[in-house]
Every structure is written in C-alpha cells, then in structure tokens.
C-alpha cells in the first residue's frame, strides 16, 4: 500500500497492512495533540528539546 500527503510518503508492506491499519488511529491521536499544543504557542517538540539541550547535539 502507498499513502501520499504534503508531508510525504509511506509504503506498508502488503504484510504489514493490518498492523498498521491498527495504529491508525493512535497515531492520529497524539498528532492532533501536537497540532493543538502548536497552536497554543508551543515552539518545538520536547524530543528537539531535550536534543538541544542534553548533550547530544555540538554546536560547532
């Protein structure tokens, strides 16, 4: 199966497809989340954060 949007896209595996299917709507859950805390002023995702700032990332 292959999805396309703006975003990109994904090719699942005809083997995979039920599993995926089955994710869907978790996915969907906690991007709709996301979407919400950007719109409330949330400038980056606590994952870039903690990137930035625990030692992981050099700044050269």
């Not at 969907?28 to 700032?53: M, P, W």
Request: hydrophobic share 45%.
């Amino acid at each position: 199966m292959i999805v396309a949007d703006q975003d990109g896209v994904v090719v699942v595996p005809f083997a995979s497809i039920d599993r995926t299917l089955g994710k869907l709507d978790g996915i969907r859950a906690s991007e709709l989340a996301y979407e919400a805390e950007i719109a409330g002023g949330r400038k980056a995702s606590q994952k870039a954060v903690d990137a930035l700032t625990d030692g992981r990332t050099e700044f050269v």
